[in-house]
């Protein structure tokens, strides 16, 4: 069956550091979702890609984020000058017509 | 505001019934979806439903009023592993999906 990939799985940085989180959406998926999840809390959407370009941002997706699809496959999220308040999970997902699908999640922990 | 309301924790017992309610106040209607998340997982797919009515799938099934923004998650023949977050998610006009706080499902032997 296929599914959504993300990598790495776990990922510690320092504050004030840049991290890239991964994902390979499934290969004839045409929407791609970027979604965090503070420990505890709501799933919060972030950003929706859709024909090479950005097609919806939440007011958390600000100057310090950025989404790329650099290749035909891998879908990325770039995280600058990270905070302890990112710290969270990130779920990559991607959707045809009905539902999306989700990644297993990168787990930032910003210290 | 768009604003989805479940209950926050429910508990019930291995082998019964529970009915997990969801209300929603979106802009603009293109479907609800209930998804499952076990912790420190990503949520699965459960159901969907875009015309109102009852969708059955196995143990599980899904309704949905539109006219009264509402929709509830049926799980029958509880099993422990059924123990998970039950996340609502309405996409609205714009498709993007709006989502619940969840509701956490304990089940007890």
């Known amino acids: 069956e296929p599914e959504v990939t993300q990598t790495p799985s776990h990922q510690v940085t320092q504050m004030g550091q840049e991290v890239i989180l991964r994902c390979v959406p499934i290969s004839n998926h045409l929407y791609f979702y970027w979604y965090r999840q503070i420990l505890g809390q709501k799933v919060e959407f972030l950003v929706s890609?859709?024909?090479?370009?950005?097609?919806?941002k939440s007011e958390i997706f600000d100057d310090q984020f950025s989404v790329e699809r650099p290749d035909g496959s891998n879908f990325t999220l770039k995280i600058r000058s990270t905070k302890l308040e990112d710290s969270a999970m990130y779920f990559c997902?991607?959707?045809?017509?009905?539902?999306?699908?989700f990644g297993q999640g990168t787990r930032l922990t910003v210290v | 505001g768009q604003n989805i309301d479940q209950p926050t924790e429910m508990t019930a017992t291995e082998g019964a019934i529970v009915q997990i309610n969801c209300t929603y106040q979106t802009s603009g209607f293109n479907g609800l979806f209930w998804y499952q998340q076990h912790a420190g997982e990503a949520p699965t797919f459960l159901s969907y439903n875009v015309l109102d009515g009852l969708e059955e799938k196995g143990r599980f099934s899904s309704f949905l009023s539109r006219s009264k923004g509402y929709s509830y998650l049926l799980l029958k023949e509880l099993q422990m592993k059924d123990s998970a977050s039950y996340l609502c998610a309405v996409r609205d006009s714009n498709y993007q999906l709006i989502w619940g706080a969840g509701t956490k499902l304990i089940i007890k032997p």
């Open positions: 890609f859709y024909n090479n370009e950005i097609s919806e």
């Open positions: 997902a991607s959707s045809g017509r009905v539902e999306a699908f």
